[in-house]
């Protein structure tokens, strides 16, 4: 089920924020779990098993670790936790690859390869298992108590806002809400505005960008020209950033709706001066997590230079391989990885020696560089789509030209999600709300009134358009199911 589906909308939604509201306190952490099994359950009626696997097995190994004193005992549960949690992210995740590429190497010689049927992806198995691993490290650091109810562990681990695709909430910025949470109209309507502006960007922006996206990058490399090549990158990181940010709001939208308040996940990462402050802006809750749970354990930026160039090419690696069992991920990760070990070297001295608009220019170009990495299937692919974004391939646009991708809708589209990804919007709202404020008497109130008459009038001009959009059956994938 996702958020974009008629069903959810139309029935899984209304249902549950009823049935929600209407129980008593102790019972709506119960109804809640029970409501995000059945949503996981939806796609993944099998996988839900596994699901209840992690959260049993998490369960206990937090109580034993809140049990245990002795610091050599504790590290060595930590350590078979995090073992299981990742045996089980491996499994699924990583099997299919590993033998893929031992099987290529196994065909090089006469041994027989192995015969090996390709285990299926479970749903936000690596969303979930990251914050199953976040509730085992913050009961050994002391910063969480261990739930001795199972009940909250399981919701914090399969609540439905965020179990397919994030943010990673991490259990001791919850633990204090799971327990005990205040509804309010006031963050009721937070939450449905948030939701519909996410719901907003997916539908209307990132859908029609992702469907040229997939066209452009479906043509063979040798037939693609200059112009159509950067048309498909340039509409891929728009769709990405409008896709995964979008689910982000709706998922925190979701979230207040039901009395919890998510950090973001991203600050508008395309304004950005460098690929250190790009990080900071994008995805925000994955690299914190890999900052918190794995950069500053492996030592940080404390012991020397080399020390640290090796954890951040060893973090992003893995960052990566988070992302996707393939080679091309593997690549794009140290990609970002070795650009910001370079910008801790004289290149950083010689980035911030240059004007703004060059540094991001810098990072945007860096940053969509990556994104062929992403998207492309194997190298060979994303090597042919650089020769084309170079200019050096053979298409010359005979067959597949631009104007066949490019019309004024599409175009439109561009103009409005490049605007939308800078917080020019954003500034003037605040300024709008700031001036209300130096109002008074009448004006004041006649001014407010007009701008919650003009914020409801887009919010349902959005809403119609998304759901005539739904109704139209069009073209609704979410990138990050992959992951």
Not at 122 to 128: E, K, T
Not at 362 to 371: D, F, I, K, P, S
Request: glycine content about 8%; some cysteine.
């Amino acid at each position: 089920m996702v958020f974009s589906s008629s069903i959810f909308l139309f029935v899984f939604l209304p249902v549950v924020l009823l049935c929600y509201y209407l129980l008593g306190r102790r019972l709506k952490n119960l109804f809640l779990l029970m409501a995000s099994l059945v949503f996981y359950a939806w796609g993944e009626i099998f996988y839900v098993l596994i699901m209840l696997g992690s959260i049993s097995i998490n369960y206990v190994f937090g109580r034993l670790l809140g049990g245990s004193h002795k610091p050599t005992k504790k590290k060595a549960l930590l350590a078979a936790g995090i073992v299981i949690n990742l045996g089980l992210l491996a499994y699924y995740k990583y099997a299919n690859f590993v033998v893929e590429n031992i099987n290529k190497l196994i065909a090089l010689s006469d041994i027989e390869t192995i015969d090996w049927s390709p285990v299926h992806l479970p749903l936000g198995i690596s969303f979930f298992t990251f914050q199953a691993m976040s509730y085992l490290i913050d009961v050994y650091r002391g910063e969480s108590k261990p739930q001795k109810n199972i009940v909250n562990v399981a919701l914090y681990i399969s609540l439905f806002p965020q179990l397919i695709a994030g943010p990673i909430v991490r259990y001791h910025d919850i633990s204090k809400q799971i327990r005990e949470r205040v509804l309010s109209l006031k963050l009721l309507n937070s939450g449905a505005q948030r939701f519909i502006y996410g719901l907003a960007k997916k539908i209307l922006i990132a859908n029609p960008l992702g469907l040229v996206a997939d066209q452009i990058f479906a043509i063979d490399g040798g037939q693609l020209s200059t112009e159509l090549a950067w048309l498909g990158l340039i509409c891929y990181t728009l769709q990405i950033y409008f896709d995964f940010s979008g689910y982000s709001d709706m998922a925190i939208g979701l979230g207040r709706m039901l009395g919890f308040r998510f950090l973001e996940n991203f600050n508008y990462p395309y304004i950005s001066q460098s690929i250190k402050e790009f990080w900071r802006r994008w995805h925000i809750s994955l690299s914190s997590w890999f900052r918190d749970y794995l950069y500053i354990p492996l030592g940080g930026n404390r012991f020397g230079r080399l020390r640290t160039f090796t954890n951040l090419l060893l973090v992003f690696c893995l960052c990566g391989l988070w992302h996707g069992a393939s080679w091309t991920f593997l690549i794009w990760g140290l990609f970002h990885g070795s650009f910001l070990v370079a910008e801790r070297t004289f290149m950083g001295r010689v980035l911030s020696r240059l004007p703004v608009f060059m540094r991001h220019i810098y990072t945007l170009l860096v940053v969509m560089a990556g994104w062929v990495f992403f998207r492309t299937e194997s190298l060979t692919e994303a090597m042919l789509f650089f020769e084309a974004l170079g200019g050096f391939s053979s298409g010359n646009g005979d067959i597949h030209y631009l104007e066949r991708y490019l019309d004024i809708k599409i175009a439109l589209i561009l103009a409005v999600g490049i605007l939308l990804a800078t917080p020019a919007t954003s500034s003037l709202n605040h300024l709008v709300l700031a001036r209300m404020k130096e109002l008074t008497g009448s004006y004041q109130r006649a001014v407010a009134v007009s701008y919650t008459g003009v914020n409801l009038l887009v919010l349902s001009s959005l809403m119609v358009l998304c759901l005539l959009s739904i109704a139209a059956n069009a073209y609704s994938p979410f990138i990050y199911f992959r992951f």
